[in-house]
């Protein structure tokens, strides 16, 4: 079985840089971006389509062209706590290391949703969709729920996750396989949105 994860297009809350509200809308470029990516995945012959039940992701999927979708609270984005609303940049002024409370055995000083709960909620996902024999299945979701496959399946841990670039509407497709989430490919696009494809690679 392929999972084609796709994280939902630029909005409002990812240009102010403010961790995210449920209700923010996505951008012009946003919407661009879910037409673009929506074309590529539109060749491919999906046999089931599930979304976060956030409303910047069940937007871009329509604005790809999916209607037909099941929504599932465990794609939902990593709950952020105190922190929802407020921006990026002053948090980190007062608090450089406001990430590592994502991480267990940290103090929780912002009531957030630790990372390893993130990574449970995809593994019971993928769990509970298996059984149905998929081919292909199209996955849209948020950032951390991306990472948290690409955890699980590259065996990677803690802060250096910080650093993993994932786009809006990106593409990343896992393998799952008896239970076994394996790496095919990560943070892809449309090879027409990338500035410069002669020097990028596609591995």
Known sequence: MLLYFVRHG??????????????TELTEKGKKEALDTGRYLKRVKFDA???SPISRVQDTLKIMGFDKYATDPLLKDVETGDLAGRKITE?????????????????????????SSVKR????????????????????THL???RAMFSIATLTEGLPLTKLE??????SIFSLNDKRIELKGFNWYPLENYKDSKNKSFN
């Open 166 to 171: 994932i786009g809006n509407c990106s593409i």
């Open 91 to 115: 948090v980190t002024a007062k608090d450089p290391e406001w990430y590592a409370t994502f991480q267990d055995g940290v103090e929780n000083r912002y009531n957030v949703e630790k990372f």
């Open 10 to 23: 630029e909005t409002y809350n990812n240009i102010e840089a403010v961790f995210p509200l449920n209700n």
């Open 49 to 51: 389509i599930f979304s």
């Open 121 to 140: 909620r995809v593994v019971e996902f993928t769990s509970s969709i298996e059984a149905n024999n998929y081919k292909n299945v199209l996955i849209a």
């Open 144 to 146: 951390e729920p991306i």
